[in-house]
């Protein structure tokens, strides 16, 4: 896969924007506030119909503008493809494929793929489990569309029940045969989400495990552990005993959305034990093992966007990254720095051919 | 955006009121309105306000309907052993175009969404249940659409049905892609209701 061109217009700051790209590796320099990010951010949204950083479209619109669109080029496998997104309030997402829509934008999702590192990914070990989640969520939704479409309905479904639980709370008004039918629904989803979230970590934590190796040159195994309720019984069984405990907090107490994944070094959770050095390469070794896992199950080396990632690495961990991007084993690559003089210095001897962009607001 | 005339701003403002009405669709129609004879505006305030106040709804099956029974309800022709349910009346146009329908309808008025404040109580489920009590029912074919809401609505009636000596049967899904019955072609559609399966989760 390889990205030729890509058109920004009123996409958070930048009014129109037109890149041509011409290399394996690409380099945004620029200042602080420039735009360098926006462009890493639109070929991310161009792939998986979403922001990396903002999850609501509204707020990706250029302020006093009201709708944003993005074009992108891309050659796959000798085939050119030109992907469409547009989004404007109240009207649904726009994405076209040389100029067809999909008949479900889920269709679209995994069909480029994509993999960011950027330095609010430290939220991932930091953060609540949510952040976790959506890690787990977009690596399995970009290779099973099962899972893609179970989870949008899980989703949808909870938010009902939880009305109706809300309801119950504040109105003691509660229609039972409509909780026991979004239930009914509901407990063949958490089993599907559940079972493939499990099979997924049996595959890719060796992947994990040994990238993270050759980023740290160490000997320390890194993994995540699966923390789910349904690790204790079957889904229907358990979401039937919860149903009082449901009705009495007003909400689900019970289902995948309380799923959570440990981060662990050695078996240690990373959150409490690890130093920074050591949260900075797992996150790395756990996106770059994303970029290839990706590899593995689409057959296409991912889009790899790095945003200012060098900047905030010591030149050991920047070496070993290197090393491996030189063995060609990941896709084309975006990234993004403040001084082009670093970038420059870094991949001088990597023999990659690097096209400098110059980006300013 | 700012508008030269607050009547074109009052204009612009119930104009884009319309599903899939922006501002700017909204404007066009209010310029194309003012380019017109001023009968052309008065015919249309009159369709829409006669509209409102003249329409009546099947007290059967609540189609909209001229009369209190509506002409498919009250025809002597029509199988009422056999009742198809509905979101709305697009629906029921749709499956009357395929010309392979012989029962009566019932139309719920939309589909469960708890989130969007529709609840079971708010749509025609009820009476449903009390048709089919009456006795006289045989058969319930359920043509909603293939959507969360549309599979929760289903169930749901279904439900309520349980122990009832009525059959449920379902239009063949897949039909309806995007999720509405008023896309589907009409021979797909028609042969689908041709060959309805059991409904079941
Ligand atoms: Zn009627």
Request: aromatic residues 8%; charged residues 25%.
């Amino acid at each position: 896969m390889y990205l030729r061109r890509l058109q920004l217009n009123n996409f958070r700051n930048a009014v129109s924007r037109d890149y041509v790209f011409e290399a394996p590796v690409v380099a945004l320099t620029g200042r602080n506030g420039a735009g360098k990010t926006n462009v890493l951010d639109a070929l991310h949204y161009i792939c998986l119909t979403r922001s990396y950083f903002n999850s609501q479209d509204q707020q990706l619109i250029r302020f006093g503008e009201d709708y944003f669109n993005l074009t992108a080029q891309i050659e796959d496998e000798g085939e050119e493809y030109k992907v469409f997104c547009a989004y404007q309030p109240g009207n649904k997402k726009v994405v076209k494929l040389n100029g067809q829509d999909y008949p479900r934008l889920a269709d679209h999702i995994g069909r480029f793929p994509v993999v960011m590192i950027a330095p609010t990914d430290l939220n991932l070990i930091h953060e609540g489990s949510d952040e976790r989640r959506r890690f787990i969520d977009m690596l399995l939704s970009q290779t099973d569309r099962d899972y893609l479409l179970a989870l949008m309905k899980y989703n949808k479904l909870l938010l009902q029940r939880n009305t109706l639980l809300k309801s119950w709370a504040q109105e003691r008004k509660l229609d039972k045969a409509l909780l026991e039918v979004l239930d009914e629904q509901l407990a063949p989803l958490n089993r599907l989400i559940y079972t493939r979230r499990a099979a997924l970590l049996d595959q890719f934590n060796p992947v994990f495990e040994e990238l993270h190796l050759e980023i740290c040159q160490g000997h320390e195994k890194a993994g995540i552990q699966y923390e789910s309720g349904f690790h204790q019984g079957d889904a229907a069984t358990l979401m039937r005993q919860g149903v009082q405990a449901d009705l009495e907090a007003g909400r689900s107490l019970t289902g995948v959305h309380r799923d959570d994944f440990v981060f662990t070094i050695n078996g240690q959770p990373v959150k409490k034990f690890g130093s920074q050095g050591q949260q900075k390469s797992f996150i790395i070794a756990l996106k770059l093992a994303q970029s290839d896992f990706l590899g593995m199950l689409t057959g296409k080396a991912p889009f790899l966007l790095l945003d200012d990632v060098f900047e905030k690495l010591d030149p050991q961990r920047v070496a070993s990254l290197l090393q491996l991007v030189g063995q060609e084993r990941f896709g084309q690559i975006l990234l993004t720095d403040t001084d082009r003089g670093r970038v420059e210095a870094i991949f001088r001897h990597t023999g990659a051919e690097v096209q400098y962009i110059g980006v300013s607001s | 955006m700012n508008y030269p005339s607050r009547l074109i701003e009052e204009a612009v403002n119930a104009f884009s009121r319309f599903p899939g009405i922006g501002r700017k669709s909204a404007l066009r129609l209010t310029l194309y309105l003012l380019r017109q004879p001023g009968e052309e505006s008065q015919q249309l305030a009159k369709a829409i306000s006669d509209l409102r106040s003249k329409v009546v709804y099947c007290s059967s099956c609540h189609n909209i309907s001229d009369e209190p029974v509506c002409r498919i309800c009250a025809s002597k022709t029509r199988d009422k052993g056999t009742i198809c349910v509905v979101a709305d009346l697009r629906d029921v146009i749709a499956i009357e175009n395929t010309g392979q329908y012989t029962g009566v309808y019932h139309v719920l008025g939309g589909l469960i969404a708890p989130m969007e404040g529709v609840s079971p109580d708010q749509l025609k489920i009820q009476s449903l249940l009390d048709r089919v009590a009456s006795g006289e029912v045989k058969e319930i074919l359920l043509a909603l659409s293939a959507t969360m809401e549309g599979d929760t609505t289903g169930f749901y009636i279904s439900k309520k049905l349980a122990g009832q000596p009525v059959r449920i049967s379902t239009i063949a899904r897949g039909i309806a892609i995007g999720g509405e019955l008023e896309y589907a072609d009409e021979l797909t559609l028609g042969r689908s209701i041709l060959n309805r399966v059991p409904f079941g989760g």
